[in-house]
């Protein structure tokens, strides 16, 4: 079974600082993964989505990388603001189709 | 485009009543999930549907769970009796196809006292 990790549990940093999110999987034969977004009681929103033929996808001050290889997938925060924190899930697509995340990573901005 | 439409968005029961909830997903989407989240942890799958048809419900505990896709659209997720280990946030995605992503809803928040 596909197990994700996503280090560090928690994170904060001071506005303005930029970070990386790290997350890792055990089976690489995965067709995609996807970082996604999750505020306090609400559902999660999608933020980026690496097709497994690609190496990295940017949107704005995000970047994600992955390394299908090695297992593992980074996801990149520019000039971080205190609108950034939230629950970072990634999560990979394998095989059935299914999703199979990480406990997340809880960031906090500080201004 | 609409996203994906869940509700009721929270529900308190008392423990061994009857809990249901409720999906729409967005328009033109054939894959439909069901998603447990527990505090602190990631989503685990409950329930995939392709269509009309659930093909991977390894993870629901039938016992108490049920669901079902009529037409292959909307979805309803069940639960009876409730326990207080089924609180938890129920979340619904749909996805158009593998390779494409998943869209999720906004959860229904289930206490169970």
């Known amino acids: 079974k596909q197990e994700v990790t996503q280090i560090p549990a928690a994170l904060s940093v001071p506005e303005g600082e930029n970070l990386v999110l790290n997350c890792s999987f055990t089976?690489?034969?995965?067709?995609?993964l996807q970082w996604f977004r999750q505020d306090p009681g609400k559902g999660l929103t999608s933020l980026l989505l690496i097709q497994s033929s690609q190496r990295e996808q940017t949107s704005g001050r995000l970047n994600a990388s992955l390394d299908k290889s090695s297992g593992r997938s980074t996801l990149y925060i520019a000039a971080s603001q205190p609108g950034d924190s939230a629950t970072y899930l990634c999560?990979?697509?394998?095989?059935?189709?299914?999703?199979?995340f990480g406990t997340g990573t809880r960031l906090t901005v500080i201004p | 485009e609409a996203g994906v439409v869940q509700s009721p968005r929270y529900k308190i029961i008392e423990k061994k009543q009857p809990v249901a909830f409720w999906c729409n997903p967005i328009s033109g989407h054939n894959t439909l999930y069901w998603y447990l989240q527990n505090l602190g942890q990631g989503p685990e799958l409950l329930i995939r549907?392709?269509?009309?048809?659930?093909?991977?419900d390894s993870q629901l505990p039938k016992d108490r769970f049920s669901a079902e896709r009529l037409k292959g659209v909307d979805s309803t997720l069940k639960i009876q009796p409730a326990e207080l280990g089924d609180s938890a946030v129920y979340l619904c995605?749909?996805?158009?196809?593998?390779?494409?992503?998943?869209?999720f809803g906004s959860g229904t928040r289930l206490t169970v006292v």
């Open positions: 995605a749909s996805s158009l196809e593998t390779g494409y992503g998943y869209t």
């Open positions: 999560a990979v697509i394998g095989g059935a189709n299914n999703l199979f």
């Open positions: 089976d690489s034969a995965i067709y995609n």
């Open positions: 549907y392709e269509n009309e048809e659930a093909v991977d």
